[in-house]
C-alpha cells in the first residue's frame, strides 16, 4: 500500500518531542490558549515575517474573523475563486456578504488577474486570492487592483505554509494571511486548528478580542465575538512541528520534482510552478482526460490518490440560495480542474521506490 498521506510515519520520528510537550500542557492544566499557543502565534508569524499572529481554531476560523475584523457583512461582496475548498466560501457567506467569483488560471491553478477587476463594483469590499495546492497566486496585480479600489486582501494560505511570493512569504503579503492546521496540512495538528498572520497591531488586537467571545479581559465583552480559541495541546503539538517545517517543506519539492521529471513524457499535465514563486505542494497534481480510470487503476494496486475538488464552487447545490450557484460553462478552467484533476501521495516520508511505482503505474495506464 502506497498511501496519499503517511502521519503515523510523522508521528513517529518525532514521538518523543510530541508526547513530551502533550505532557507538559497536561501538567500545567493549559487546555484552552495559554503559554503553548502564544509561543506558537509568536514563532509561527516570526516564521513569516509577520509581526503579529493569532491562534484560533480552524481555518475556516481565521477566514472569517479576518473579514469581520474589516466590518465585511450584509452588502458587501468579496471577490475569490469557484477552485477552492468550501471553507472560503462559506466564511464570506457567515458575514452576510455575497462571494463574487473570478476563474482560475489553467497554468497555475490560482485566481486569473486579468479577469478581476470586470468583476469589481461599488460594493466590493475584499480580495480572497487562494494559494491552491500550495502555490502562491499572482498577487502583485491583486495588490494594485486593492490600492487603486481601496480593497483589502485576505490571503487563503490554508494549503501555503512558507510559500513565497517573489521572496516575501504568503501571508505577509496582503492585509491578512490565514493559514489551515487541519492534520493533513503541511503543517498539521493533532485536531483541528488555524491562524490569522498581520502586521496591523490594532487589526490583530481585534482579532484576538473577537475570537474570545470578544472579551477585554476576563466577563468584559466590548464586542459580539466567537469562541474560535485554540487549544493548548494543538498549540504545543504545532510549535514542535513548525521545527521541522522547512525540512519537510524542501523534502516535497524534491518529491514534486522528481514526478515532473520522470513524468515529462508521459503527456501528463501539471499545474505548473509560477517563476516568482516557491511552490510548497501540499498537493502534488496532474491533470488526465480519463482520470476517473486511472485513479481506479492506481486503486487496484494499491496507490492511494485524491481529488481536489471534483465539483467546483459555482456547482455546489448548498449555494443555491446565496446568488453563486452557476451551469456548467461558467468558469471552464475549473471546471476543466474538477473533471482531470488527480493528486497523487507526496508527503516527506515518501520513499523513492513508492514514487517509482506510482509513475510506473501511470505509465502503464497510459500504454493500455
Same mark, same amino acid.
Given at each position: 500500500?502506497?498511501?496519499?498521506?503517511?502521519?503515523?510515519? $510523522?508521528?513517529?520520528?518525532?514521538?518523543?518531542?510530541?508526547?513530551?510537550?502533550?505532557?507538559?500542557?497536561?501538567?500545567?492544566?493549559?487546555? &484552552? /490558549?495559554?503559554?503553548?499557543?502564544?509561543?506558537?502565534?509568536?514563532?509561527?508569524? +516570526?516564521?513569516?515575517?509577520?509581526? *503579529?499572529?493569532?491562534?484560533?481554531?480552524?481555518?475556516?476560523?481565521?477566514?472569517?474573523?479576518?473579514?469581520?475584523?474589516?466590518?465585511?457583512?450584509?452588502?458587501?461582496?468579496?471577490?475569490? &475563486? !469557484?477552485?477552492?475548498?468550501?471553507?472560503?466560501? #462559506?466564511?464570506?457567506?457567515?458575514?452576510?456578504?455575497?462571494?463574487?467569483?473570478?476563474?482560475?488560471?489553467?497554468?497555475?491553478?490560482?485566481?486569473?488577474?486579468?479577469?478581476?477587476?470586470?468583476? %469589481?463594483?461599488?460594493?466590493?469590499? #475584499?480580495?480572497?486570492?487562494?494559494?491552491?495546492?500550495? $502555490?502562491?497566486?499572482?498577487?502583485? !496585480?491583486?495588490?494594485?487592483?486593492?490600492?487603486?479600489?481601496?480593497?483589502?486582501?485576505?490571503?487563503?494560505? #490554508? $494549503?501555503?505554509?512558507?510559500?513565497?511570493?517573489?521572496?516575501?512569504? &504568503?501571508? *505577509?503579503?496582503?492585509?491578512?494571511?490565514?493559514? +489551515?492546521?487541519?492534520?493533513?496540512?503541511?503543517?498539521? #495538528?493533532?485536531?483541528?486548528?488555524?491562524?490569522?498572520?498581520?502586521?496591523?497591531?490594532?487589526?490583530?488586537?481585534?482579532?484576538?478580542?473577537?475570537?474570545? =467571545?470578544?472579551?477585554?479581559?476576563?466577563?468584559?465583552?466590548?464586542?459580539?465575538?466567537?469562541?474560535?480559541?485554540?487549544?493548548?495541546?494543538?498549540?504545543? %503539538?504545532?510549535?514542535?512541528?513548525?521545527?521541522?517545517?522547512?525540512? =519537510?517543506?524542501?523534502?516535497?519539492? %524534491?518529491?514534486?520534482?522528481?514526478?515532473?521529471?520522470?513524468?515529462?513524457?508521459?503527456?501528463?499535465?501539471?499545474?505548473?510552478?509560477?517563476?516568482?514563486?516557491?511552490?510548497?505542494?501540499?498537493?502534488?497534481?496532474?491533470?488526465?482526460?480519463?482520470?476517473? $480510470?486511472?485513479?481506479?487503476?492506481?486503486?487496484?494496486?494499491?496507490?492511494?490518490?485524491? /481529488?481536489?475538488?471534483?465539483?467546483?464552487?459555482?456547482?455546489?447545490?448548498?449555494?443555491?440560495?446565496?446568488?453563486?450557484?452557476?451551469?456548467?460553462?461558467?468558469?471552464?478552467?475549473?471546471?476543466?480542474?474538477? *473533471?482531470?484533476?488527480?493528486?497523487?501521495?507526496?508527503?516527506?516520508?515518501?520513499?523513492?521506490?513508492?514514487?517509482?511505482? &506510482?509513475?510506473?503505474?501511470?505509465?502503464?495506464?497510459?500504454? %493500455?
Amino acid at each position: 500500500m502506497i498511501k496519499f498521506l503517511d502521519l503515523k510515519s $510523522q508521528y513517529k520520528s518525532i514521538k518523543s518531542e510530541i508526547n513530551k510537550e502533550i505532557r507538559n500542557t497536561l501538567n500545567k492544566s493549559n487546555f &484552552v /490558549l495559554g503559554p503553548e499557543v502564544e509561543k506558537f502565534e509568536k514563532n509561527f508569524a +516570526s516564521a513569516h515575517g509577520s509581526k *503579529n499572529g493569532i491562534a484560533v481554531n480552524s481555518g475556516t476560523s481565521a477566514l472569517h474573523i479576518a473579514l469581520v475584523a474589516e466590518n465585511i457583512g450584509r452588502g458587501d461582496e468579496v471577490i475569490t &475563486v !469557484p477552485m477552492t475548498f468550501t471553507a472560503t466560501i #462559506a466564511s464570506i457567506i457567515y458575514t452576510g456578504a455575497k462571494p463574487v467569483l473570478v476563474d482560475v488560471d489553467k497554468k497555475t491553478c490560482t485566481i486569473d488577474v486579468k479577469k478581476i477587476e470586470q468583476k %469589481i463594483t461599488k460594493k466590493t469590499k #475584499a480580495i480572497i486570492p487562494v494559494h491552491l495546492y500550495g $502555490q502562491p497566486a499572482n498577487m502583485d !496585480p491583486i495588490l494594485a487592483l486593492a490600492k487603486k479600489y481601496d480593497l483589502i486582501v485576505i490571503e487563503d494560505c #490554508a $494549503q501555503a505554509h512558507l510559500g513565497k511570493y517573489k521572496n516575501k512569504f &504568503v501571508g *505577509n503579503i496582503g492585509n491578512y494571511g490565514c493559514f +489551515s492546521f487541519y492534520p493533513g496540512k503541511n503543517l498539521g #495538528a493533532y485536531g483541528e486548528g488555524g491562524i490569522v498572520i498581520t502586521n496591523d497591531k490594532n487589526k490583530s488586537e481585534k482579532i484576538r478580542m473577537l475570537r474570545d =467571545w470578544g472579551q477585554e479581559g476576563k466577563y468584559n465583552h466590548v464586542m459580539l465575538g466567537f469562541n474560535y480559541r485554540m487549544d493548548g495541546i494543538q498549540g504545543a %503539538i504545532l510549535n514542535v512541528k513548525l521545527k521541522y517545517l522547512n525540512e =519537510w517543506t524542501n523534502k516535497r519539492r %524534491i518529491i514534486a520534482k522528481k514526478y515532473e521529471k520522470m513524468l515529462k513524457k508521459s503527456n501528463i499535465k501539471f499545474c505548473l510552478e509560477n517563476k516568482l514563486t516557491k511552490h510548497v505542494y501540499h498537493i502534488f497534481s496532474i491533470f488526465h482526460h480519463d482520470r476517473d $480510470q486511472l485513479k481506479n487503476y492506481l486503486t487496484k494496486f494499491g496507490i492511494q490518490t485524491g /481529488l481536489h475538488y471534483p465539483v467546483p464552487i459555482h456547482l455546489q447545490k448548498a449555494y443555491r440560495k446565496f446568488g453563486i450557484y452557476g451551469r456548467n460553462g461558467d468558469f471552464p478552467v475549473s471546471e476543466f480542474i474538477a *473533471n482531470n484533476q488527480l493528486s497523487l501521495p507526496i508527503y516527506p516520508e515518501l520513499n523513492i521506490k513508492s514514487l517509482k511505482v &506510482v509513475v510506473d503505474k501511470i505509465k502503464e495506464f497510459n500504454e %493500455i
